[in-house]
């Protein structure tokens, strides 16, 4: 949720919130994946990995900063085996964690070392109502069940996790069955995310696919009515608000980044505003056990210019949008990939504006 509190003054220096994990292998060969991890079926600590040590020490300067929660995602969070170290960390800091997981090296153990951390989120990849489906997009045959074997070990634990759905061609006609699939397993929360056109997903795009904004705009409206009808599932999908209905508008649940309240640590010790990182060298802005966090966090050229330009100088239709403040133009690693600038449209909205799909009502004259 971003807060008036969140939306200080141009050139300000905003407090830390949260630190992004982006842990550097996976166990998996996800066709759309942004990060692009490389694979490894085996678990443990590689010698191109950020030691542990060296983490730990950087968010505890990232506490000093304001620091309050941290997100595990990955690549595979629990590829490393001394992930329970630094859930045993997190837990006695009383830092609040959110798990992102393919759910395949989830058994009883890992469940317990959340429920133990206070994970109060935790998202698990599902992408469709049967393993030809998921593993089409997932690239490992034998993790459709390995997932499905993850929540059920979370759930035993009396953990209630999301189901996360990336939206594609091939499975666009399942998602209503996939929908069925979370209700069976008792899932409560589905989040669903199309497939954006970057690294990986680049070569979705050239093969046509990705979904075109038209077809992301109707299944977003489709979804909605089909979990009002399936009954007892909270819907994310994640499109910019301005697509949202005023009518239910709430402000709280939109989809947007907080970007100025997050910075990211890449697999092997590199920081970032996020996982752009990872694809993009220019945003690559310091490491730790070597650079103050502190320093990055507040003089860094990068974050100066995201905090005097966003989101009063962000270009096209993202500077003339209503629920700029909100929204903050989403997600900037995604206008920065396609662009090369991070004042720049959303391409998502962007396209809309240009094919005469974005709503008149959410913009400013």
Known sequence: MIKDADLKPAGSTRTLRAVYLYFKYCNLKCRHCWINPPFSDKRGVKDDEAPMEDIISALDECRQLGMSSVKLTGGEPFIRSDIFQLLDYLKNNKISVAVETNGTLIGEEEARALKHAGAGHISVSIDGPDADTHEALRGVKGSFNDALRGIESL??????????????????????????????????????????????ADAMSDKDETMNVKE??????????????????????????????????????????????????????????CGIGQNAEALLLGKIGRDKMSDIWQNHPVFSQIREGVPDKMEGVCGRCMLKLYCLGKCRADAYYTSGSLLAPLPFCQTAYDQGLFPESRLMS
């Open 155 to 200: 759930t035993r634990e009396g953990l209630k996790p999301q189901m996360i759905i990336c939206l594609w061609r091939g499975n666009r006609d399942r998602m209503v069955s996939t929908l069925d699939l979370a209700k069976s397993l008792g899932i409560k929360s589905v989040k669903v995310n199309p497939v954006l056109g970057i690294e990986r």
């Open 216 to 273: 992301v705009i109707e299944s977003y409206h489709h979804l909605r009515q089909e979990c009002k009808r399936i009954g007892g599932i909270d819907l994310m999908f994640d499109i910019p608000p301005a697509f949202y209905p005023i009518v239910n508008m709430q402000l709280e649940r939109l989809c947007v980044c907080g970007i100025f309240g997050i910075l990211g640590i890449l697999g092997n010790g590199d920081v970032s505003i």
